[in-house]
C-alpha cells in the first residue's frame, strides 16, 4: 500500500483510507461484529488510514473507528475526524436517525465557533478512547461558510500549533468554497466527497490548481458517487450522491462500463484509480461496511489499469478534456 504525505506536515496517509461513514449504519443498520470485521479486513489488506466523524451515525463510528484501533500500536495509524456538528442527548423515544439507521439518541447542533471546535474534538476523543487524532477537518460547512472561515478554521490552526494535530483542513461536496478556503488559508488537506470522479470533473475548474500551486494535498471521498459506479453494472436503482441515479447518469455509466470492458477492468477499478492521476491528490477514502466489500476495494485499488483507458474514455466524451496530460 502506497503511502502519501499530506502538504507540508509530516502526516502520512495510505493511498486508500477506510471511511467511516458506513459504520454509522448509513442507509442501512449494521452490527458491531460486521463492523469490526471490515476493520479487521481493511487493516489487514495494509489500510492506515481511517476517517471519521461525529455525525457518522451520531457517534457510532467514532465510538466503532476507537474500539478497533485502540488495539493498534498508536503510530501504525493515521485517525481524521471532524468539526462542526455537536451531539447533543435527547430522549429517542423510538424514533430513528436520518439517513443513518441508529437509535436517535442525539440531535445535531451546528457550531464552527471557537468553543464549540474545542468540544467536539474533545467529544470525539472521548468517543474513540484516544488521547489525540491526527488530522481535523471543517465538515459540510457550505452553509455556514463564513463561520467556519472566520472563527472554526482558527480554531484549528490553534490546536495544529499547539502540537495538539498535524494536519488541518475541510471536508465539503462544494469544490468552489474548497477553493477559497485553500486561497485564504494555510490549511494542508481538503478532502472533497463525489466532486472528482468519473462523473463529476467540477473540481478541475478551481480546487485543484488552487491546491497544486498552494501544495494542499486532496483527498478523493465518495469516488463512486454513493453508489452508481460501485459495481460493474449500475442497476436501475442505484444511487448517485445519497439520492436515485438518473436516466441520463445511468446510460452514462454503461457507456463508461463499455469502455472498461473493452480493456479488461471494471468500473470500481477505474473508478479508484482515476483520481490518483492527478498529482494534488494524496488519495481516495472509501466508505466500507464489511469484510466482502474491503476485500473487494483492496483488489480494485491494486488492479493495474491499461494507461489506454484514459484517451478511449476521453475519445468517448466520457473525461474532461483537461485531463488529457494527467498519468502519462
Known amino acids: 500500500m502506497r503511502t502519501r504525505r499530506l502538504g507540508r506536515t509530516e502526516v502520512e496517509v495510505t493511498e486508500l483510507s477506510f471511511g467511516g461513514g458506513p459504520l454509522g449504519g448509513l442507509f442501512a443498520a449494521l452490527d458491531d461484529d460486521t463492523a469490526a470485521g471490515a ?134 461536496y462544494d469544490p468552489g468554497k474548497l477553493a ?25 475548474d478551481e480546487l485543484l490548481p488552487a491546491c497544486a500551486a498552494r501544495g494542499v494535498s486532496v483527498l478523493a471521498a465518495s469516488v463512486f458517487n454513493s453508489g452508481l459506479l460501485a459495481t460493474d ?25 463499455d469502455v472498461c470492458a473493452a480493456h479488461g477492468v471494471t468500473v470500481p477499478q477505474a473508478a479508484l484509480a482515476f483520481p490518483l492521476l492527478h498529482p494534488a491528490v494524496a488519495g481516495v477514502v472509501v466508505g466500507m461496511r464489511s469484510a466482502d466489500e474491503v476485500r473487494r476495494d483492496l483488489a480494485a485499488y491494486a488492479t493495474e489499469i491499461p494507461a489506454g483507458l484514459w484517451p478511449d474514455l476521453r475519445s468517448a466524451g466520457l473525461l474532461d478534456e483537461r485531463t488529457a496530460d494527467l498519468g502519462s
Open 39 to 172: 476493520l479487521a479486513a481493511a487493516w489487514d489488506g495494509g489500510v492506515r488510514s481511517f476517517d471519521t466523524s461525529p455525525h457518522y451515525g451520531i457517534g457510532q463510528s467514532e465510538r466503532r473507528t476507537g474500539a478497533f484501533l485502540r488495539g493498534k500500536e498508536r503510530t501504525a495509524f493515521t485517525l481524521s475526524t471532524k468539526v462542526g456538528r455537536l451531539l447533543v442527548p435527547q430522549e429517542a423515544g423510538g424514533r430513528t436517525d436520518e439517513r443513518f439507521v441508529v437509535p436517535a439518541t442525539h440531535r445535531r447542533i451546528w457550531d464552527f465557533s471557537r468553543d464549540g471546535v474545542l468540544r467536539s474534538v474533545e467529544d470525539s476523543l472521548a468517543r474513540l478512547g484516544l488521547d489525540r487524532v491526527d488530522v481535523l477537518y471543517l465538515h459540510d460547512a457550505e452553509e455556514h461558510f463564513e463561520e467556519a472561515l472566520r472563527t472554526g478554521y482558527p480554531a484549528l490552526a490553534e490546536l495544529r500549533a499547539q502540537g495538539v494535530v498535524g494536519a488541518i483542513g475541510a471536508g465539503m
Open 180 to 204: 477559497r478556503l485553500v486561497r485564504e488559508t494555510d490549511a494542508d488537506v481538503v478532502m472533497l466527497s463525489g466532486r472528482y470522479t468519473l462523473l463529476d470533473h467540477s473540481a478541475l
Open 233 to 257: 453494472r449500475p442497476t436501475k436503482d442505484a444511487r448517485y450522491d445519497y439520492g436515485p441515479a438518473t436516466t441520463d447518469l445511468l446510460a452514462r455509466t454503461h457507456r463508461i462500463a
